[in-house]
């Protein structure tokens, strides 16, 4: 029962947390400067006209009742329309989110191996050449930004060896392969990012886990090596690496602007930045309060996960 307890506390806090962000979201945009409706509409429209366009988009009403209904439609699941082209926000964040999702999975089923072979390596043979060959590895990859990353990564197998496509274009119309061989360069790209931050703490934890009583007690009764780390080093070493992969999570979804633009992948980062240039209200309200759910969600799946794989947590 306080396991629920505490997962519901969770998530009240995480529901408050959002609406806060929808409130900041929305104040922030509001005092973004410049008309909206003259810079859709072009310097040349006449007075009429942009008054007919305010109107129709409910832009003259009071800030606050602006809010409340664009609240209640987040609510209903109606983001409204897109300024720039009239279109349901909806049916337009539709294809970006799935194709960040394809590419984010990708990423994630990556980052698994890349993170927790290096780090189990590390820490079974700590201090002798392949900790510190791996540990070097690991620095440089913390130390190179994500764009410059991304163009090694193409240069070598887009353009000197040609394994992969050099522009990542996908549509509604490409297949599993087309997706595959569209996501494996950025998919790549993110992985290595990910892994890079947590390769170094999850070899620390499982250093320190391994010089524990019970570890010790395991491998005096005989139990192997192997299955002392699978089954009993690795889950006690996981709980501090879970913050750090819930904030690669909500990175993967929301903050690929970069690695999508270096690779021309149409993601949902792209079309933040696109709503962010053209100064799309209701878009950027949409993107921007979808990457921050994303961002709550994850550090939510990281307290349960905590929760559930820390009985100390559970018992405070």
């Known amino acids: 029962m306080s396991v629920l307890r505490l997962i519901a506390q969770r998530l009240v806090i995480s529901l408050l947390t959002l609406l806060l962000v929808a409130v900041i979201v929305f104040v922030v945009v509001e005092l973004l400067p410049g008309d909206v409706a003259t810079r859709i509409l072009g310097r040349d429209a006449t007075p009429e006209t942009i008054a007919l366009f305010r109107e129709r988009m409910n832009l003259d009403a009071p800030p606050a009742e602006r809010f409340a209904t664009w609240l209640g439609g987040v609510v209903t699941g109606d983001l409204g329309y897109a300024l720039t082209s009239g279109r349901p926000i909806v049916r337009i964040l539709g294809p970006r989110i799935q194709n960040t999702l394809i590419l984010s999975g990708l990423a994630l089923l990556l980052y698994i191996p890349l993170s927790l072979v290096p780090a189990m390596l590390q820490a079974v043979f700590r201090d002798r050449p392949i900790d510190q060959f791996l540990s070097t590895l690991n620095l440089i990859a913390v130390s190179l930004p994500d764009f410059l990353l991304g163009t090694i990564l193409l240069i070598a197998f887009a353009v000197t060896v040609p394994l992969f496509p050099a522009m990542s274009l996908v549509d509604e119309t490409s297949d599993v392969a087309e997706y595959l061989r569209a996501c494996a360069l950025p998919g790549l790209t993110l992985a290595i ?114 929760i559930l794989l820390n009985p100390r947590l559970r018992q405070g």
């Not at 524990?212 to 690795?234: C, N, Q, S, T």
């Open 193 to 306: 990012v990910m892994a890079a931050y947590a390769i170094r703490m999850l070899r620390d934890n499982l250093v320190e886990i391994l010089d524990a009583d019970f570890i010790r007690m395991a491998e005096l009764k005989g139990m192997p090596r192997r299955k002392v780390l699978v089954r009993h080093a690795l889950p006690n070493s996981l709980v501090p690496t879970l913050n750090i992969t819930a904030l690669n999570l909500g990175y993967v979804i929301g903050g690929v602007v970069i690695v999508e633009r270096v690779f021309s992948y149409p993601g949902f980062g792209s079309l933040m930045v696109d709503a962010l240039t053209l100064r799309d209200v209701p878009l950027i309200e949409a993107t921007v309060l979808i990457a921050a759910a994303v961002y709550i969600v994850a550090n939510l799946l990281a307290d349960v996960g905590a």
